[in-house]
């Protein structure tokens, strides 16, 4: 499939075993970045009206090593909410080769921080301070095997002989799975998978390794940044693969299975940054992105496992409880606006401008 999410009117599929509209339990948005200062202000508020949690990432500059940092900035977030939203950021940690096992052991007695997140040194935006080989961190790992709290990894090999459209499967056969077995009560979660090889080891993976999937990755496929010219806002890391990639997650996130859940990735840049000699990786999707999971679900017939993947899996591995209230999503079709904000500081949306047939009811962009 290309740029186009699936017309509904042409997969009568679409809503089987479903009235027009669904009602779910409040969702959770298991991998987010908010950024901070201005940005945070312009974003936060998309997520927070839909989403009862967020696993917010580290990757700010400077990036949010410490528990103390973290707890500064999840102060920052909840000031930038709007009134009376219910929401609640979940906080990581940024692991460097620095990173003692004190501050993982800090991390787990808060309430407030989540996980501890792995960069790849290179790898992604705001990742020169990260880690320069995860096997090589041992009392970290110890510490996080011990402690239970999970380990969210951006799963790509930063070797820069390897093609760009390798750098997952790589780095999972020479990295990731090499750890899973050195450390048998590791909890992780491979982040945004995009290979069918992702998919496929995780579901394979015993119940302590989990993987979030990107609306991005369920729409499209790598065609979706050429279509027509050089789309920089079909860019993000890890950069969208093939059609038969794209299957496979969708066939893995409408499965059933309890290790697949929802994180967006939805990753904010400024129209400048993207519209570069050298652009920026990142889509932010967070004020489409449960209309768009919901265009992929019903794209395979399975609406009525949209719930699981949206919220309950990822609150069950993260030990939370379900969240309390629900959201509607309206048989209604509508066109998110193209852009948030105006001119160089403006930020794509994901889907803007297209026929999206599901809306979150009372809530605003
Ligand atoms: C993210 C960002 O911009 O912070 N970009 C992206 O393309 N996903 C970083 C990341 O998650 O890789
Ligand atoms: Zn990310």
């Not at 065609?223 to 066939?251: M, Q, S």
């Not at 399975?302 to 509607?328: I, K, M, Q, T, W």
């Amino acid at each position: 499939m290309t740029e186009n999410p699936p017309d509904a009117a042409e997969h009568p599929g679409a809503t089987r075993g479903s009235s027009a509209s669904l009602e779910i339990t409040r969702p959770d948005d298991w991998h987010l970045h908010l950024r901070d200062g201005a940005l945070l202000e312009r974003v936060v508020p998309a997520t927070a009206r839909r989403f009862g949690r967020a696993i917010v990432m580290p990757n700010l500059v400077p990036a949010v090593t410490t528990v103390e940092a973290a707890l500064a900035y999840r102060g920052r977030i909840l000031a930038a909410c709007p009134e009376n939203a219910d929401f609640e950021p979940l906080m990581t940690l940024y692991l460097t080769d620095e990173t003692p096992a004190s501050e993982i052991e800090a991390a787990a007695k808060s309430p407030h921080v989540a996980g501890i997140k792995v960069y790849p040194r290179g790898a992604t935006t705001h990742s020169s301070e990260g880690v320069s080989d995860l096997a090589a961190c041992v009392s970290v790992l110890e510490a996080l095997a011990s402690c239970g709290l999970p380990l969210l990894v951006h799963g790509e090999t930063t070797a820069p002989e390897c093609d760009v459209f390798d750098r997952e499967r790589v780095y999972l056969e020479e990295t990731l799975s090499k750890v899973i077995d050195r450390y048998p009560t590791l909890r992780v979660v491979f982040e945004h998978i995009t290979t069918r090889e992702a998919a496929a080891f995780v579901r394979e993976a015993p119940a302590r390794v989990a993987a979030t999937i990107t609306p991005q990755h369920l729409l499209l496929n790598r065609n979706a940044i050429f279509e027509g010219g050089l789309r920089p806002h079909h860019y993000c890391l890890p950069v969208l693969k093939r059609e038969r990639d794209r299957l496979a997650l969708l066939a893995a996130a409408t499965s059933g299975d309890p290790s697949f859940f929802l994180g967006t990735d939805s990753a904010p840049h400024t129209r400048d940054s993207k519209e570069s000699d050298c652009g920026c990786a990142g889509i932010y999707s967070a004020p489409v992105a449960l209309e768009a999971y919901a265009e992929a679900f019903a794209s395979a017939g399975a609406l009525d496992r949209l719930e699981g993947f949206a919220s309950c899996f990822g609150a069950d591995f993260y030990g939370l409880p379900h969240n309390a209230s629900r959201v509607r999503l309206a048989e209604q079709p509508w066109s998110p606006p193209d852009w948030n904000g105006e001119g160089e500081s403006a930020i794509r949306v994901f889907l803007g401008g297209q026929r999206l047939r599901y809306r979150v009811e009372d809530a605003r962009l």
